[in-house]
């Protein structure tokens, strides 16, 4: 990505803000170093700002599982007698137009509500849907990352401590069952993936996996080094999600659209692919900036770097982990 000239980063133009906020109605946030070079603005604030008029996109899968894409992370949504299931809450500046979408699908109460990690951008709206009667679920991790204050590199941005309503209350510390709606959903930790708190969430009966940020489809994925993700973890994610699924499975990833098993395999052979080219040049004593000069994503950028992350990004993510 080439860097902007001064004037663009100080004025931030209508058109590149919009441009911002597109990304953030798609769920993908930027390296801060990328989007503003010269600037310590965080992604974060601005991304929650987008997140204000950002449109929320419904789609129904099968088994009364749909999505609702647009505010954070993709949220999957569970409907039935037993009130409504969440996967992810999305930001709370969405608030308004998740209600609207929630409201759309049925008018069962919401009752649980399953953090898949420990992000902003999946944890924004736990507080408020708590409010609302939610139970929330989530890895032994999770409430020990978002009760104090937590610092991503990445993002350019320390979070402060969450309030005890945002935080899980039931909690496992490798797999757990639940049963709702008629429906069975395991939900199984991943280790250290994207983070150190990753978990997959499968209805049963529909055949649908959530994966959240252990696959962003279409997208070089973000690698929060600062809270335990790391390049093999993320590989070792997406291994476990080829291994769980089958031709005929839904797959719900963290950001990016609907994807399939094929899909996964094509991030799968990326990752491995991009790895072994940084492993090598570090190995060989490259220094960040070599490697990062050395280009080891040359001939995935096309696919995969688009305007999210960038080849340059992700190889200093992969590189930062080895």
Same mark, same amino acid.
């Given at each position: 990505?080439?860097?902007?000239?001064?004037?663009?980063?100080?004025?931030?133009?209508?058109?590149?803000?919009?441009?911002?906020?597109?990304?953030?109605?798609?769920?993908?946030?930027?390296?801060?170093?990328?989007?503003?070079?010269?600037?310590?603005?965080?992604?974060?604030?601005?991304?929650?700002?987008?997140?204000?008029?950002?449109?929320?996109?419904?789609?129904? +899968?099968?088994?009364?599982? %749909?999505?609702?894409? !647009?505010?954070?992370?993709? &949220?999957?949504?569970? #409907? *039935?007698?037993?009130?409504?299931?969440?996967?992810?809450?999305?930001?709370?500046?969405?608030?308004?137009?998740?209600?609207?979408?929630?409201?759309?699908?049925?008018?069962?109460?919401?009752?649980?509500?399953?953090?898949?990690?420990?992000?902003?951008?999946?944890?924004?709206?736990?507080?408020?849907?708590?409010?609302?009667?939610?139970?929330?679920?989530?890895?032994?991790?999770?409430?020990?990352?978002?009760?104090?204050?937590?610092?991503?590199?990445?993002?350019?941005?320390?979070?402060?401590?969450?309030?005890?309503?945002?935080?899980?209350?039931?909690?496992?510390?490798?797999?757990?069952?639940?049963?709702?709606?008629?429906?069975?959903?395991?939900?199984?930790?991943?280790?250290?993936?994207?983070?150190?708190?990753?978990?997959?969430?499968?209805?049963?009966?529909?055949?649908? +996996?959530?994966?959240?940020? %252990?696959?962003?489809? !279409?997208?070089?994925?973000? &690698?929060?080094?600062? #809270? *335990?993700?790391?390049?093999?973890?993320?590989?070792?994610?997406?291994?476990?999600?080829?291994?769980?699924?089958?031709?005929?499975?839904?797959?719900?990833?963290?950001?990016?659209?609907?994807?399939?098993?094929?899909?996964?395999?094509?991030?799968?052979?990326?990752?491995?692919?991009?790895?072994?080219?940084?492993?090598?040049?570090?190995?060989?004593?490259?220094?960040?900036?070599?490697?990062?000069?050395?280009?080891?994503?040359?001939?995935?950028?096309?696919?995969?770097?688009?305007?999210?992350?960038?080849?340059?990004?992700?190889?200093?993510?992969?590189?930062?982990?080895?």
């Amino acid at each position: 990505m080439n860097t902007p000239d001064t004037k663009r980063i100080t004025e931030v133009s209508r058109r590149r803000f919009l441009a911002l906020a597109g990304v953030a109605a798609a769920g993908v946030w930027l390296n801060p170093r990328l989007m503003f070079a010269d600037d310590d603005t965080s992604p974060v604030i601005i991304i929650r700002k987008a997140a204000k008029t950002a449109t929320i996109n419904v789609t129904r +899968l099968r088994g009364n599982v %749909s999505v609702l894409e !647009g505010s954070g992370g993709n &949220i999957a949504v569970l #409907t *039935g007698p037993d009130g409504k299931v969440l996967v992810d809450a999305g930001i709370t500046a969405s608030r308004p137009r998740i209600i609207g979408a929630l409201a759309s699908l049925s008018d069962d109460p919401i009752k649980h509500l399953i953090s898949s990690h420990w992000h902003f951008d999946h944890t924004d709206g736990n507080e408020w849907l708590h409010s609302l009667g939610a139970e929330i679920t989530g890895h032994e991790n999770v409430p020990k990352r978002m009760s104090v204050n937590t610092r991503v590199e990445g993002w350019n941005f320390t979070f402060p401590p969450a309030p005890a309503s945002a935080l899980p209350t039931v909690l496992f510390s490798d797999e757990k069952s639940l049963e709702v709606n008629g429906t069975k959903l395991h939900l199984k930790y991943y280790g250290p993936c994207h983070t150190d708190s990753d978990i997959s969430v499968h209805f049963s009966e529909a055949d649908i +996996l959530h994966v959240a940020d %252990s696959w962003w489809n !279409g997208y070089y994925p973000f &690698i929060d080094y600062s #809270t *335990g993700g790391s390049i093999d973890g993320q590989i070792r994610g997406a291994a476990a999600n080829i291994a769980r699924v089958s031709d005929k499975t839904i797959v719900i990833p963290g950001h990016g659209s609907i994807g399939n098993k094929s899909q996964l395999i094509e991030f799968h052979d990326m990752l491995v692919a991009v790895r072994e080219k940084v492993s090598a040049l570090k190995t060989a004593g490259r220094t960040l900036e070599e490697a990062v000069a050395a280009k080891p994503t040359a001939n995935y950028d096309a696919k995969w770097g688009g305007f999210v992350i960038s080849g340059d990004a992700f190889t200093t993510n992969v590189y930062k982990t080895l």
